[in-house]
């Protein structure tokens, strides 16, 4: 699986897009026999791709998504792997997806029994989008979810312990859609990958509970995983394993081991053998890492380990 896939060719392609106006304009176009674009409120869209009975539904940035090479949607380019359909919910900044025209579309794709035209159904995240998938689920029963460093809630009383996204706090996280530990009940599945060494992510992550929850600790990664995982190949894996119904924890686990090749991941450990002082596991780390994945930084860091462990063994 290549870091970023990409059919060979594609109609969902809006990257001569000169501005945001022009970009929604290329949405509508593009669209417009098959699925529709659409303006939710004030700072969200949906742009929807009907193409199969299995359907991801993602939720990102208009900054992340215009960032990509086609300014599309991640999920899309994975689900066009397999013809899959798409919704994909873009907002307009850090709003955490808490707006009230936001939960009336999805009150009206619930009445409409949208969901209901799908064999299968996917909910996927990170960060502010991880905790809307989880948060939005709840309008589709018997979904999967895949959620990347979730939020649970931002509201103070409830995790007041995350000093991060303070202004989003001043959002109401306590109605409709609110707490997303509550709104993944109705799921089949719910897959949670996070650092467990990013205390935050791992307080978040430990509310989202039941036997239906699997935690998948992406440890070093910090609150990178998504690119992390982008860049080893291994979240369109994930995607397309859980649109296929085979996700499981075996299966991540199995996929985890290409995090030799992810620079980041090798940056966290070699971060952590410096403070820990594991100078013997450290040398060890030049047999097991890909070199490929070693940045200058990186292998002079190694580097310096390795003189360290050879003047404390008093080798010259």
Do not use: K
């Not at 502010?128 to 979904?143: D, H, L």
């Not at 780390?285 to 940045?295: E, H, K, M, R």
């Amino acid at each position: 699986m290549p870091p970023n896939p990409t059919p060979p060719s594609s109609r969902y392609d809006a990257s001569q897009a000169a501005d945001d106006a022009d970009w929604f304009d290329r949405l509508d176009e593009i669209c417009a026999e098959e699925g529709y674009y659409e303006p939710i409120g004030g700072r969200h869209h949906a742009f929807f791709a009907d193409e199969s009975p299995t359907l991801i539904v993602s939720f990102d940035t208009l900054q992340a998504t215009r960032a990509r090479p086609r300014q599309m949607p991640f999920a899309l380019t994975v689900a066009e792997l397999r013809g899959w359909s798409h919704l994909a919910i873009i907002a307009e900044g850090e709003t955490w997806f808490r707006e009230q025209s936001l939960y009336r579309y999805f009150d009206r794709l619930v009445d409409e029994a949208f969901f209901d035209d799908f064999d299968r159904v996917v909910f996927y995240g990170a960060g502010m989008g991880g905790y809307a998938a989880c948060a939005f689920s709840v309008a589709a029963p018997g979904s999967t979810v895949v959620a990347v460093s979730p939020r649970a809630t931002l509201d103070p009383s409830v995790a007041g312990w995350d000093r991060r996204d303070l202004v989003a706090r001043r959002l109401n996280f306590n109605d409709r859609y609110g707490y997303a530990p509550d709104m993944i009940e109705a799921a089949e599945r719910v897959f949670v990958l996070h650092d467990p060494y990013l205390p935050e992510d791992a307080m978040h992550a430990a509310l989202f509970r039941g036997p239906h929850v699997s935690a998948l600790r992406t440890r070093y990664l910090g609150d990178a995983v998504e690119p992390a995982l982008i860049q080893i190949g291994l979240m369109p894996d994930l995607l397309l394993a859980a649109g296929d119904g085979r996700l499981t924890p075996e299966v991540f686990h199995r996929g985890w081991r290409a995090r030799r090749h992810s620079p980041t991941y090798v940056d966290g450990l070699v971060a952590d053998l410096e403070v820990t002082g594991r100078l013997r596991a450290a040398r060890e780390l030049f047999g097991t890492v890909d070199p490929s994945a070693l940045t200058p930084g990186l292998r002079a860091a190694l580097a310096r380990l390795e003189r360290e462990a050879q003047s404390s063994s008093g080798v010259a």
